[in-house]
């Protein structure tokens, strides 16, 4: 069965307490957003890294996405805040 | 430190890791490609409001590749001899230098445009995030400025707008 990375980072990894962890692969039509939703309900930690999908920003396969993205066959999933580099 | 590329095509030189740099021996191998004009920008950790460190996290798997297609955008965009961009990450004190962008051309608003295009999506489209920590032992992650993607997007040809 296919399996999805999914990695964290800045506060999102925070909140979750874990950098990453791997699911089943939810299927090709799954959006990020309906990914995320679902999560939401895993507990306090996704609750609080996913309470505000405006300040979410995700990454397929190291592409940066929005988050409407069906996951296709994409077997890295990256979850984070609005980057802050330079 | 690295050895300029050698052969044809431009000097490409993207570092990203913990390792302080000499701006100084940057310029001076873009300044050695003949082009006539080089520009940089360097930024520094600021120390405002009792700031102790900076830590700079990153997606280590993706960016080298979203830096290096930065990179590739400003070679399409303007005729470049070289290019040099560096970014730490870990923790930096105020006062370190945080970033590094260099160009080298034979036209004046090439180097400097160019330049100024490399920092302002190295803020904004690159996968690093600040966090502050304070003398007080607060900390925080430093929230993205909407004035960071307008920076950025001035940059989006008209013709690529939606």
Redesign the interface.
């Known amino acids: 069965m296919a399996q999805l990375d999914i990695?964290y980072?800045?506060?999102v990894r925070e909140a979750i307490g874990k950098d990453s962890e791997t699911i089943v692969h939810p299927g090709a039509g799954t959006t990020i957003a309906m990914l995320v939703a679902q999560m939401s309900g895993q507990g306090s930690g996704y609750a609080e890294a996913f309470a505000r999908p405006d300040k979410l920003r995700a990454?397929l396969d190291?592409n940066?996405v929005p988050l409407d993205t069906a996951l296709d066959g994409a077997r890295?999933l990256?979850l984070?805040?609005?980057?802050?580099?330079? | 430190m690295r050895e300029p590329g050698t052969g044809n095509g431009p000097l490409i030189d993207i570092r990203i890791d913990e390792q302080d740099f000499e701006a100084g021996v940057w310029l001076a191998q873009l300044e050695a490609l003949g082009g006539g004009a080089v520009a940089s920008f360097t930024?520094i950790v600021r120390g405002d409001d009792g700031l102790l460190a900076m830590q700079?996290?990153?997606?280590p798997?993706?960016t080298q590749?979203?830096v290096s297609r930065i990179v590739q955008q400003a070679q399409e965009r303007w005729p470049l001899l070289g290019i040099v961009v560096i970014?730490r990450v870990g923790a930096l004190q105020p006062g370190e230098r945080?970033?590094f962008v260099g160009t080298a051309s034979s036209h004046r608003a090439a180097a400097l445009e160019s330049c100024a295009f490399l920092?302002d999506w190295?803020?904004?489209?690159?996968?690093?995030?600040?966090?502050e920590v304070y003398a007080d032992g607060r900390a925080r992650?430093?929230?993205?400025k909407a004035e960071?993607e307008d920076a950025r997007d001035r940059w989006i040809l008209d013709q690529d707008r939606a």
């Open positions: 990695l980072f800045a506060w990454a190291q940066f890295e990256a984070f805040p609005p980057v802050t580099g330079g | 930024g700079l996290d990153h997606y798997a993706m590749a979203q970014h945080i970033v920092i190295l803020k904004s489209a690159a996968p690093f995030w600040k966090k992650w430093v929230e993205a960071d």
